[in-house]
């Protein structure tokens, strides 16, 4: 079925350094990409999203990269600092008012 | 802070019970969703209301239901409760129904026992 996934859960990376989470999907009609961060014991945090009209959308520290042709999305944080390390989800508005979410991936900031 | 606010933070309760989960979207935000998440899984969908009306349905079990009131504050009621109804419930709210960011409350953690 329909689907959006993350090609690693587990992410470690040395602090300072820029992390890329990867998220694929499969239906070519989503027309619309959030990326959350979400920390323990909260709720996810809304962090950027991506229209398919675009192919690059800047936040701070961050950049969310879509390439449709291989329905790809990456979320890239720059300067990795101890707070990000959370669970980030990506997901995709197939048009039913409904978002489908990826599994996760946890991303581990080494000191 | 997201704005949107849930209650209780914490429930405990026995397996066969009803409970009532509470959700005050973010002011203005006329669109709200519920989702359940098991411990260390992603997120289900369960249901969407905008402006009172069901929007969309996920995989709500027939014994979960939900409203969305004239204020616009939801309820989520979960009846003959199981062992693996425990999760963090999470409401979500956004201005519209399609292509805008959900903005999630701190979820309400339901422990069944």
């Known amino acids: 079925g329909e689907s959006v996934g993350l090609h690693l859960p587990t992410l470690s990376v040395q602090e300072g350094d820029n992390s890329i989470i990867n998220c694929a999907y499969s239906n070519s009609a989503s027309d619309y990409f959030i990326w959350y961060k979400q920390e323990s014991g909260k709720g996810p945090q809304f962090i950027i999203d991506i229209r398919s009209n675009m192919d690059k959308r800047q936040g701070q520290r961050v950049t969310v990269l879509l390439n449709k042709t291989v329905k790809h999305l990456s979320l890239q944080i720059a300067a990795t600092q101890p707070g990000d390390s959370a669970v980030y989800f990506c997901?995709?508005?197939?048009?039913?008012?409904?978002?489908?979410w990826g599994a996760g991936t946890k991303l581990i900031i080494k000191p | 802070d997201s704005g949107v606010t849930q209650t209780p933070k914490h429930l405990i309760t026995a397996t066969g019970q009803r409970v009532t989960l509470r959700c005050s979207p973010r002011?203005?935000?006329?669109?709200v969703y519920w989702y359940q998440q098991s411990l260390d899984q992603g997120l289900q969908f369960l249901i969407q209301y905008y402006n009172g009306e069901e929007r969309a349905k996920g995989n709500i079990l027939e014994r979960f239901s939900a409203q969305q009131f004239p204020d616009l504050h939801s309820e989520l009621n979960l009846s003959s409760l199981e062992l693996g109804d425990s999760a963090l419930y999470f409401c979500?709210?956004?201005?519209?129904?399609?292509?805008?960011?959900?903005?999630f409350g701190n979820g309400t953690r339901l422990t069944v026992t």
């Open positions: 002011s203005g935000d006329l669109s």
């Open positions: 979500a709210s956004s201005p519209r129904a399609l292509n805008s960011p959900l903005h």
């Open positions: 997901a995709e508005n197939i048009g039913n008012y409904q978002l489908i």
